[in-house]
C-alpha cells in the first residue's frame, strides 16, 4: 500500500474481501477489529410519477416526497416539524441551485424548497435562490443557512457532480480545485461562506447522467428516468450513496464493471483526508422509501 | 496620438503658467514634480489603452484566422451569433473542469461556434488549436468511444457528437440529442472543415515501438497522470514523475477469463528520470517484484515493469508472467531495433 495517496491495489484488496458488497471505498487507515462509530444517515425516496415521459418534473409529487424524505431524516412525523429544526425564522437561507443546461435543478424543485422555508417563518426577502452568482448575491453572502440542491451526474473531470461539487461557485477561481481530479474538494467546505451553514443537501436522482461524451459531456442518451432524491445531512455520505446508484447503472447498461471515468475520489478523500462526512457505505444508515422497481442499490 | 500628447502639453502648460501666476513663491520643485505626475498618470493610461487594443486587436486577427477553417452555413444551420474564443486561463469559463483535459494538452486556443436552424438542436462546434499534431491526436484518444469515420486522420462519431483530429487541429462538433438531418449536417460540417485544414500531421513516434497485437484504435496517448487514471487508476500519487515533458500511451487488451491486460509505455527527456521513476513504482507499487520486475497480485493476475534507456515499460494485470515479458520484451525489441537502424 502506498505511503500517503491510493493505489489501484488498494482497491483491488477491496474487492478481494467483499466482492459483493458494491463497495467502492478502501477501508484502510482503520486497525484490524477497530470498528468506527460515526455513522450518517441518508434517505433515498422515489416515486413512478415524480417526472413523466418528457422528464417534466410533476411539483405536487415533488413535494410530497421531499416532505416525507426530510420527516424520515429527521425523524418527525409532520415534514414542517423536521423544517423547524434546521431552520429558525430568524435565518437569511440561501437556495443552492444549479443551473447547468443540460440538466438544471429546476423551479419546480427551488419552489418546493421555498415553499417550506417561508412555512418555516422566513420571510421572502430573506431567501435567495443562486448558483453562478453567489458571490454577488447579498442574500449568500449573508445567509446563515443553505440549502444545497442539484441533480447527481457524472463529471468530465471530478468523476462525479454532486452534492460536495455544488458549492465550487463560491470561490472565484473554481480552478484550484482542479488539482488531481479534484481530489481535495472537501476543502471547499471550509470556506466562511459556507461552514457549519449548509443544513440540508438534497441530490436529485430524477433523471440522473450516468455517462458522457465529448468537452460538453452531456449525452440524452446517458440519462434515465430513475425517479429519486437522496436527502440528508452529511454531502459526502449523500454523494457516496449517489455514486453506486450511478456505477450500479452504468454496470447495468453496459454489461460490464464501468468504474466512473474519472474516479469520483474525492468523495472518499472527504472522508479519510478532511473528515467532512460519510463515505463507506457500511457506515451510511440508508433509509429507502416510495417505489422500488429499478432501485439499482 | 500626436495631436493628443500635443494637446496635454498645452494644458499642462496653461496649469503652469496659472500656477507660476497665483504664486511666485510656489517652489520649483513641486511644480516639477506635478509637471511629472501628469505625464505618469497620462503614459499609464495611454499604455493600458493601448494594451487593451492591441489585445483586442489580436482576438479579433486570431477568431478571423480560426474561423476561416468554418464554413458559414451548412445544410441550413448558421451561426447566429459571434465565434467564441478561449485560451487555457479562460476555458473554465466554458467547459469547467473539462478543460483541464485539453490544457494537459498544451491547447493554444478554442474557437467555438454555434450553428442553429429553425426547429432543430443547435449545432456547436469546438475548434481546438494544439502545438503539436501530436498532441491534437492525443486529444482525439482521450474518449475513443464511437463508430469510426473517415474524416480528419481520424474520426468518431456517437450519438450526436463527431471529433476528428487533422494537423493540429482537434475538432468536436457536437448536438445534445441525435435525428437523421442533425446527423447528416453534423457529418457535412465535419468534412467541410477537415477539407479546410491543408495538410496531416504526424502521430506520436511512441507508437512505432507497440507490439503488433495492439488495437491501434483503442491507444491512449497523454502526458499527465490525472489523465492516465482517468483511463485506468494506478496511484494518486506522482511516482512515475509524469508531466508536460513525458509521452505517455496506454494500451489496453481484453480477453476470456476477466482479464484486462495494459500496457503502459512512459518515455522521458531524460535516462536519469526514467531510472528514477522506475525505481519509485517498484518500490511503492510492486515492493514484492522479483528480479526480472514481476509479481503476482491480489487478483491473481501478474503485473510487471522494465526501463530501457529513457523509457519505462509497464504491464499491468496479465494472465501470466510470460505474457508480461513477452509484451516487454516486444517493445524493447523495436527500440533497440530503431537505435540500430538510426545508428547504421
Not at chain 1, 444545497?148 to 452534492?163: E, V
Request: proline share 6%; charged share 25%; glycine share 8%.
Amino acid at each position: 500500500m502506498g505511503q500517503a495517496g491510493l493505489t489501484r491495489r488498494d482497491f483491488l484488496r477491496l474487492t478481494m474481501m467483499s466482492p459483493l458488497a458494491g463497495a467502492w471505498v478502501p477501508t484502510w487507515g482503520r486497525k484490524e477489529g477497530q470498528t468506527d462509530p460515526s455513522e450518517s444517515k441518508v434517505v433515498l425516496i422515489r416515486h413512478p410519477e415524480v417526472v413523466d415521459d418528457r422528464k417534466k418534473v410533476n411539483s405536487q409529487v415533488f413535494q410530497a416526497m421531499l416532505d416525507e424524505a426530510v420527516a424520515a431524516l429527521f425523524g418527525t412525523k409532520e415534514p414542517l416539524d423536521a423544517w423547524k429544526l434546521i431552520i429558525k425564522p430568524t435565518d437569511i437561507v440561501g437556495i443552492k441551485t444549479n443551473v447547468w443546461s443540460y440538466l438544471p435543478t429546476g423551479p419546480e424543485v427551488e419552489q418546493a424548497i421555498k415553499r417550506r422555508l417561508l412555512d418555516c417563518g422566513v420571510p421572502e426577502e430573506r431567501i435567495g435562490i443562486d448558483d453562478r452568482g453567489v458571490l454577488r448575491n447579498p442574500i449568500f453572502k449573508q445567509a446563515t443557512a443553505l440549502i444545497n440542491a442539484r441533480p447527481a451526474r457524472t463529471h468530465y473531470w471530478s468523476g462525479m457532480g454532486g452534492c460536495l461539487k455544488n458549492l465550487i461557485t463560491f470561490v472565484p477561481n473554481p480552478s484550484v480545485y482542479h488539482p488531481d481530479t479534484c481530489a481535495d474538494l472537501a476543502l471547499l467546505w471550509n470556506n466562511p461562506l459556507i461552514k457549519g451553514k449548509v443544513k440540508l443537501n438534497i441530490l436529485l436522482m430524477l433523471t440522473p447522467l450516468f455517462h458522457g461524451v465529448g468537452p460538453h459531456h452531456y449525452s440524452e442518451q446517458y440519462v434515465w428516468p430513475y425517479r429519486g432524491i437522496i436527502v440528508g445531512q452529511d454531502p459526502v455520505a449523500v454523494d457516496s450513496t449517489g455514486v453506486r446508484i450511478l456505477q450500479a447503472k452504468r454496470r447495468e447498461h453496459f454489461g460490464e464493471d464501468r468504474p466512473l471515468q474519472p474516479p469520483a475520489h474525492h468523495i472518499i478523500y472527504a472522508e479519510t483526508r478532511h473528515h467532512l462526512g460519510v463515505a463507506d457505505p457500511s457506515r451510511i444508515k440508508l433509509i429507502k422509501l416510495g417505489w422500488q422497481e429499478g432501485e439499482l442499490i | 496620438m500626436g495631436k493628443k500628447v500635443a494637446g496635454c502639453f498645452r494644458v499642462m502648460g496653461a496649469k503652469i503658467s496659472a500656477a507660476k501666476k497665483m504664486s511666485q513663491k510656489r517652489p520649483l520643485i513641486s511644480i516639477c514634480l506635478l509637471y511629472l505626475s501628469y505625464i505618469i498618470i497620462f503614459s499609464g493610461f495611454s499604455g493600458a489603452w493601448m494594451a487593451a487594443f492591441s489585445e483586442q486587436e489580436q482576438k479579433e486577427k486570431i477568431i478571423g484566422e480560426l474561423a476561416s477553417f468554418l464554413p458559414p452555413a451548412i445544410e441550413g444551420w448558421r451561426p447566429q451569433a459571434p465565434d467564441e474564443l478561449y485560451t487555457p486561463e479562460t476555458i473554465f469559463n466554458y467547459i469547467d473542469g473539462a478543460g483541464e483535459v485539453y490544457r494537459s494538452y498544451g491547447f493554444r486556443w478554442l474557437l467555438v461556434r454555434r450553428y442553429e436552424k429553425e426547429g432543430q438542436a443547435s449545432i456547436i462546434v469546438d475548434f481546438f488549436v494544439l502545438g503539436r499534431s501530436e498532441d491534437a491526436f492525443g486529444v482525439f484518444t482521450h474518449d475513443l468511444e464511437g463508430e469510426r469515420v473517415a474524416i480528419g486522420q481520424d474520426g468518431l462519431y456517437k450519438g450526436g457528437w463527431l471529433a476528428f483530429w487533422k494537423d493540429k487541429y482537434y475538432v468536436s462538433i457536437y448536438a445534445d440529442q441525435e435525428t437523421p438531418e442533425l446527423k447528416k449536417a453534423i457529418l457535412s460540417l465535419g468534412q467541410a472543415i477537415a477539407r479546410s485544414i491543408p495538410q496531416e500531421g504526424k502521430r506520436p513516434a511512441l507508437l512505432d515501438w507497440l507490439p503488433a497485437s495492439v488495437d491501434r484504435n483503442r491507444v491512449h496517448y497523454f502526458h499527465t497522470l490525472p489523465i492516465l487514471n482517468y483511463h485506468f487508476f494506478v496511484m494518486t500519487d506522482n511516482w512515475l514523475e509524469l508531466n508536460e515533458t513525458t509521452e505517455v500511451a496506454l494500451c489496453r487488451w481484453e480477453k476470456t477469463g476477466g482479464a484486462k491486460t495494459r500496457l503502459l509505455i512512459i518515455s522521458y527527456p531524460e535516462e536519469s528520470i526514467a531510472q528514477k521513476a522506475f525505481r519509485q513504482f517498484l518500490r511503492n507499487y510492486l515492493p514484492e517484484a522479483d528480479e526480472a520486475g514481476l509479481a503476482r497480485l491480489e487478483d491473481g493476475f501478474w503485473t510487471g515493469a522494465k526501463v530501457e534507456g529513457r523509457l519505462v515499460i509497464i504491464v499491468f494485470e496479465a494472465a501470466s508472467p510470460e505474457e508480461v515479458e513477452s509484451l516487454i520484451g516486444q517493445v524493447i525489441e523495436k527500440v533497440r531495433r530503431e537505435a540500430v537502424f538510426k545508428m547504421s
